[in-house]
């Protein structure tokens, strides 16, 4: 499969826990994007990267919340002492970066984080 | 900032029924504008897109035209499936970062 995938599926924490998330991006793709998705909203934009540059960051991701890219392939999103607030699907996205290039994101499924 | 506002759901249609689900936007520049389907379990995908005025997306039988005059982007189609049952999200891209916003979702159910 040449999709994004995203580890682990499925993450149940309680509250003052670290969690990390990974993303593996299509493989010739150099921008990644990270997405949260509450119950019965759209996804919201927290960061993104061109190969390993962190280019910006939504006002949502707190301090808290950091993401890395560090060879410009995978990419890790750590939450420390997590809050039940966090709960939430976290998304994953990639593209390729053309000059004509229209936006279109390709997704992961997700990984789905409970904080109890 | 950009923002899109969708129609508030559930829709729930029976099979071969018309489908309209409305899509408004709000922009600074000249977006692309997208709609994704997330099916059951499934990740989202890209239905259709459209990236200047006039122009028209279409896929699988759904059509969507840029209006940019009434800055919308309405999702149609003349006969839904039960197959068509998902949550569908407009959304917008910027051209410089080209991150997507998107609306609140509408999900769609169709009875056979």
């Known amino acids: 499969d040449t999709g994004v995938s995203q580890d682990p599926r499925h993450k149940i924490t309680k509250r003052g826990q670290n969690v990390t998330f990974r993303c593996d991006p299509i493989s010739e793709h150099n921008r990644l994007y990270w997405y949260r998705q509450t119950l019965g909203q759209g996804p919201e934009f927290l960061t993104y990267f061109q190969n390993e540059a962190q280019l910006e960051k939504s006002r949502l991701l707190s301090n808290r919340f950091s993401a890395e890219r560090p060879k410009g392939s995978f990419s890790t999103l750590e939450i420390q002492r997590t809050e039940q607030g966090d709960s939430a699907m976290y998304l994953c996205?990639?593209?390729?970066?053309?000059?004509?290039?229209?936006?279109?994101?390709?997704f992961g499924e997700g990984s789905r984080l409970t904080v109890l | 900032g950009d923002s899109v506002t969708q129609m508030e759901g559930p829709v729930t249609l029976s099979e071969e029924a018309f489908l309209t689900i409305n899509c408004t936007y709000t922009a600074t520049g000249y977006p692309s504008l997208f709609w994704y389907v997330q099916y059951p379990g499934e990740g989202l995908q890209l239905l259709l897109k459209?990236?200047?005025?006039?122009d028209k997306g279409s896929n699988k039988g759904f059509e969507a035209t840029y209006r940019k005059e009434t800055t919308s982007f309405h999702l149609e189609k003349g006969s839904v499936q039960v197959s068509d049952s998902a949550v569908y999200f407009c959304a917008l891209s910027d051209r410089g970062a080209q991150k997507l916003v998107f609306g609140q979702g509408t999900r769609l159910t169709i009875n056979p």
């Open positions: 996205a990639s593209s390729i970066l053309y000059t004509t290039n229209t936006g279109e994101l390709f």
């Open positions: 459209a990236t200047k005025a006039d």
